[in-house]
């Protein structure tokens, strides 16, 4: 019978073994196992006794021996029909036993008992039953399992509001209460709908925290109108009064407050000043993110300077630093939109953690979408619209007429697209050389500024993207690759050129990368753009602004996505006889007075706005008649515009009017968005011969990497009915 030595590192075996071997003529054999082949032999000698263990390792991972990995993995492969998990979630996977991080615990358990509810799987279902159970008394998933101590006090919060909270608000309180400490987090995600009262349901958390520290981080057009307004209203503490406000207060005047910070997404760089002043007296810190949906995109620079700033502050400072994270639509298309949030509410989250959650949900895709809405449940708290309104806005679409309505239809727009595409394509051909000089300087002049080997390896990596772009760009395959290559280009290539070049590069790199979507994305905003603003502009002189302003039970707010047509209609109501408020990029710095006229004068209004604009954040409950005279190119963007008029306090009905050119049975600018950009995209196709798109399902990749190359607001998506929010299937709950 051999005799085994196991658990050995390397170094003991090459030191010491030898002398241990018996002498020449013994006959006994000897199995020496280093410390990594003693884990696989001990986990197959559990697996043959049916005996499981799960170990705490040193490296925040959990080692679970005694298990057929394999099994398991063909029975994940058979239900979501992925691999992703098995690639990015697992380590020392073998058919006796795997690790994974402790992040992915709670999103294992819930694989387990998956695979234990569905039919004709290959795992042993008694035993996942049992390591379930093992899980939960093991590891830090036994904190779910018990009470944990309150870290809320709902008497304080009660004494510091003077309001009542709804129900559902106050739902919102007790589930912080009980989930974060169970899942070990340091903040949450309220997904409350626009006018549901997220302000004052973070008024309430802070007060329920009796935190030393608040800070809030939001559009400058909510700072006043909707958190001033509600911290003079509700809350009952002497400190709000040397508050700090960002939109009107210099630097220098944060030394004057000792507790409350408001800084608009700009002003974020303050935040380090912040948590400076305080670093040693501080306890508790709440950091509100409102609308948080402008912090999805993990590249961003505003995204990672509130991770970085997150997790510094955790590092230096002796403080239990929570961030609340507050949207009617947290999450809008791919789970990998939530990495900023995971970066500052969940401590586990960092690392190699980052990479393979990035490459479980980067892409978009339905199959591992009811893992990450297992996970959502305990750090997401939504609230339905059902909730706080009861009653639904009265949406109704009008049709207009115009004399030279066959000038936007869709046959007119092919017509004058397919030549702009035609000159266009010819233009990039001849001049193919210049752009590549110009390319290719801009590479050369950023290569002498490199100075680490990672720089290096930065510049490698573009450089081969945008060789397979050339080849065909993919934009579900590619996006990530093609956000890799526009954060590179922003954060790194354009800092270090001369002016002229970096703007010559601007140009260039489109070109260079995919130039058929940049012919298509030029015809978007040259041709269907400005027929788009012309259209809208025409058809304000066949619409009865009068009779709509004088039937609304309060007042109108008027919407756009064009400052032609808010400067067309303000001219026009003006000469009217009517007092219109224009709410667009001439008069946003004044949108405080603005709205105080809307508020207190009766002859004020109505108002006209860009979505832009307006259609985020600010509360319009002096109106309720809403005129979208065009349809705006995010759906998302409808529905917060409806929200300034549907929240909580209107107390008039209703009424949406959303205008649109009548061409009989032919479509046009007005109102067949998906089938302009799919016209776009085939005379591209059949013009150029450059194929890049693979499916009708992918308007929405290519509509974000068309927004990445600066043609954003040209490119529409259908518009959904209010009552239909479109939202990820992981969501759905």
Not at 112 to 141: F, G, P
Not at 389 to 414: F, H, M, W
Not at 586 to 607: E, M
């Amino acid at each position: 019978m051999p005799i085994v030595f196991y658990g050995l590192s390397n170094d003991v075996i090459l030191r010491d073994i030898p002398d241990l071997l018996p002498r020449k003529g013994v006959g006994r054999s000897f199995i020496i196992l280093s410390i990594n082949s003693s884990v696989i032999m001990m986990d197959r000698i559990n697996r043959l006794m049916n005996r499981m263990t799960v170990k705490n390792q040193s490296n925040n991972t959990v080692h679970i021996g005694g298990i057929d990995a394999w099994r398991l993995s063909d029975d994940i492969q058979r239900i979501w029909g992925t691999s992703r998990f098995m690639k990015h979630m697992f380590r020392n996977f073998s058919s006796s036993g795997l690790s994974l991080h402790n992040f992915y615990l709670p999103d294992f358990v819930y694989i387990l008992e998956t695979i234990i509810e569905a039919k004709n799987t290959r795992s042993n279902k008694r035993m996942l039953k049992h390591l379930i159970e093992v899980l939960l008394q093991e590891t830090w998933l036994q904190n779910t399992t018990i009470e944990q101590p309150a870290i809320l006090d709902k008497a304080r919060m009660n004494k510091m509001l003077t309001l009542s909270l709804f129900d559902y608000q106050d739902e919102f309180i007790d589930i912080y209460n009980r989930n974060v400490p169970k899942y070990r987090l340091k903040g949450y995600v309220c997904a409350m709908g626009a006018g549901a009262g997220k302000t004052i349901t973070a008024l309430a958390l802070s007060a329920a925290m009796n935190v030393d520290v608040f800070v809030v981080c939001c559009p400058k057009n909510t700072m006043r109108s909707a958190w001033q307004s509600d911290v003079n209203k509700a809350v009952v503490d002497p400190a709000t009064e040397t508050a700090f406000w960002s939109d009107t207060m210099p630097p220098s005047q944060l030394q004057k407050s000792d507790k409350y910070y408001f800084l608009h997404y700009e002003s974020m760089g303050l935040l380090n000043d912040v948590m400076i002043k305080h670093k040693r007296t501080a306890k508790r810190v709440l950091i509100v993110v409102d609308e948080s949906h402008n912090f999805n995109d993990k590249n961003s620079q505003r995204s990672q300077r509130l991770v970085d700033l997150v997790q510094t502050m955790r590092q230096t400072m002796n403080a239990d630093v929570h961030v609340l994270f507050m949207s009617g639509t947290p999450v809008k298309q791919m789970g990998s939109e939530m990495i900023p949030c995971l970066g500052c509410i969940d401590p586990m989250f960092q690392g190699q953690v980052v990479d393979s959650f990035k490459a479980i949900y980067g892409l978009t895709s339905s199959r591992a979408n009811d893992i990450l809405r297992h996970r959502l449940g305990f750090m997401m708290h939504v609230v339905p619209k059902e909730a706080y309104r009861k009653t639904r806005p009265e949406v109704q679409d009008v049709y207009v007429k115009l004399p030279n309505g066959s000038d936007y239809t869709i046959s007119s727009i092919r017509d004058d697209m397919a030549i702009f595409v035609r000159d266009r394509a010819k233009y990039y051909k001849d001049n193919w050389g210049h752009y590549r000089k110009i390319f290719d300087d801009a590479l050369d002049y950023y290569r002498k500024t490199i100075r680490t080997d990672g720089e290096r390896k930065e510049l490698s990596r573009y450089e081969s993207i945008v060789a397979r772009f050339q080849k065909g760009y993919d934009p579900v395959r590619d996006k990530e690759d093609a956000m890799f290559c526009n954060t590179f280009e922003k954060r790194s290539i354009m800092p270090v050129l001369p002016s002229d070049l970096r703007v010559a590069f601007k140009d260039a790199k489109s070109v260079i990368k995919y130039v058929g979507l940049k012919i298509q994305g030029e015809a978007l905003a040259r041709v269907l753009g400005a027929a788009r603003i012309r259209c809208h502009v025409d058809m304000v002189e066949y619409i009865d602004f009068e009779g709509y302003i004088n039937n609304a039970e309060a007042k109108v707010l008027i919407f756009t996505s064009y400052v032609q047509v808010v400067e067309r209609v303000d001219n026009m109501l003006r000469d009217a006889g009517f007092l219109p408020e224009p709410i667009y990029g001439k008069t946003n710095k004044n949108i405080n007075q603005i709205l105080a006229r809307l508020r207190d004068d009766p002859d004020s209004g109505p108002a006209i706005a860009t979505f832009d604009s307006l259609a985020e954040g600010v509360p319009m409950l002096m109106c309720n008649v809403g005129l979208f005279l065009n349809n705006p190119w995010r759906s998302s963007d409808e529905i917060q515009a409806i929200s300034r008029l549907d929240r909580v306090g209107q107390t008039q009905p209703v009424r949406i009017y959303r205008f649109m050119l009548d061409t009989g049975s032919e479509g046009n600018v007005s109102t067949r968005s998906h089938e302009i950009m799919e016209l776009s995209r085939q005379l591209v196709e059949e013009i150029t011969g450059v194929k890049y798109v693979v499916n009708k399902q992918d308007d929405v990749n290519l509509q974000e990497t068309l927004a990445m190359e600066g043609y954003d607001q040209y490119v529409t998506v259908n518009t959904t009915e209010y009552d239909i929010k479109p939202r990820p299937a992981f969501l759905e709950w």
